[in-house]
């Protein structure tokens, strides 16, 4: 239901404009950099000083129209509206992927012989995990190949992935796990590059504020579509048809994509860039990260007696270890020296606490009205709505409180939505009336989620200097998908040890609701403590 990639999307260097695609976006959230011009910060203020732009003329400056980047040429409003729909489709999709799955757990599981409720969770941890992953490595990629390319082949990669995730009901559960995690891929791919394509087409404008509005408002709407859709198939025909129509879907918006989305710029010094990707690290980063959760998620459903699992997780320890060593020495490293301080700890410390409680709130509840209330996925689904609504007013009421009042209020207001949700669904009585603390508990958990996101980006952009401005943005987003599944890993871990002879549901569910409020009561005293310690700054985190 939450949109935690909304405001990811600027990750990475669109060196042709002299700027990165991660000053597009903060120039977006923060009004420090409205003035900037597309993201670029030195090279840009060269040209406006010498009163010349190569790509964009004065006139185009002026009505703030798109313009084709190679050529220059203003796109008409028709392919304006096409582009930008496209690239919302992105957002729309990545959501639906998470929404699909959550819908239909119970029908796959019993489909593929899931016996333990456990690994049921791997559904969700798979997707997340690789989404947060690998967000950071592709948008060096399109630097590479193109942002126009990469975002072509993020779709078709999902559309690929999503059959092979359907014909899985010929196999088994690992199969269709690991197809879940390789479709994630895809959003990893799409999201920065995206952003990227939004940030080539327009100047800092209302007409650029809108092309990221809308980007953002398409998720909570993903969500709510994509578990409809496939409650829908899976009800009344089969439930590979929700992964073979994501599939459908997928390769034709590839295809739409790569006929309306206008070319992106492409980079001469081949050489230079190459040795920009960092690939070395991104191996050893990415797969430490991969091991340490693998073994929290599955430990959860195989236990952690198997010897396997600590060594995963040793493993992936060493690996991180390792990936630390080759970024304090790497000439263009994914998380630059300069931003590790304090600051960066205690937020990003907020948001994982924040957003682990929310893979734990948002699977578990699913868990709930499917199995201990026997609703139907389509009703279950249908009950969610509220939470787009929610989420929907949320970011919009953010959007006015961040110039109003200090940011770590906000952070530590969403901490509290976070923690009284997920208390609301732990305590529910099952044969309670909906309206009830059903009903108010997915109204209040959307604000933890909307506020938290840009409260964080903007904390942090406050903090950082202004080449790694939109790497806040980056960051936030990988610890959220990163935190979403390494929660489930914690819930599940602690819901297979109470509900070791399967026979208390219940009490295995509200037990890994327990693990989600420990989670964000941690984050409240997180970010209470970061409240006070940021108050002699508190000035310059306004606009």
Known sequence: MS???????????L??????????????????????????????????????????????????????????????????????AVVCLAQLMTQAGVGQALATTTITSDSLGITNPASRSWEIAAYSLTVGTFILPAGRWGDLLGHKRMFVIGFTWFGLWSVLAGLSVYVDQIFFDFCRAMQGIGPAILLPNGIAILGTL?????????????????????A??????????????????????MAIACLVIAAVAWVVIPGCPSHEDKDALFQRLDGLGSIFGVGGLVLINVAWN??????????????????????????????????????????????????????????????????????????????????TSAQYVPCAISGLCAAVTTGILMSRIRHAYIMLTALLCFTIGTILFATVPIKQNYWAQTFVSMVVTPWGMDMSFPAGTLILSA???????????????????YSISLGLGFA????????????????????????????????????????????????????
């Open 3 to 13: 949109h935690p990639d909304i405001e990811s999307q600027g990750l990475h260097s």
């Open 15 to 84: 060196e042709k404009r002299g700027g990165t695609v991660q000053d597009d976006l903060a120039s977006n959230t923060q009004g420090v950099f409205e003035k900037a011009k597309a993201g670029s910060i030195g090279p840009a203020d060269h040209e406006k000083s010498n009163g010349s732009d190569d790509s964009v003329s004065d006139t185009a400056k002026a009505d703030n129209r798109p313009r084709h980047a190679k050529t220059g040429e203003p796109l008409s409003l028709p392919r304006e509206i096409a582009a930008v």
């Open 202 to 222: 327009y100047p800092p404008s209302p007409r650029k504020d809108m092309a990221f509005a809308m980007f953002g408002s398409v998720a909570p709407v993903g």
């Open 224 to 245: 709510v579509v994509g578990a409809v859709f496939a409650s829908i198939f899976a009800q009344f025909l089969w439930w590979p048809w929700a992964y073979w129509a």
């Open 298 to 379: 599955q430990g959860s459903s195989i236990g952690w007696t198997t010897t396997y699992t600590y060594i995963l997780l040793i493993l992936g320890f060493i690996l991180l270890g390792v990936f630390a060593f080759i970024e304090s020495r790497a000439t263009h490293p994914l998380i630059p020296r300069t931003i590790l301080n304090a600051r960066l700890g205690f937020v990003l410390g907020c948001l994982a606490c924040g957003w682990a409680t929310f893979g734990i709130w948002i699977y578990y509840s699913f868990q709930f009205l499917l199995v201990l209330r026997s609703q139907t996925p389509i009703l």
């Open 463 to 481: 903090a950082m200097p202004r080449e790694h401005q939109g790497l806040a943005a980056s960051l936030v987003s990988t610890v959220v998908n």
């Open 492 to 543: 599940g871990t602690v819901e297979s040890n109470v509900e070791k002879e399967r026979t208390q549901t219940l009490k295995g569910f509200r037990s890994a609701f327990y693990m989600g409020i420990g989670l964000a009561s941690l984050g409240v005293a997180v970010a209470a403590v970061f409240t006070f310690v940021s108050r002699p700054r508190s000035r310059n985190e306004k606009k």
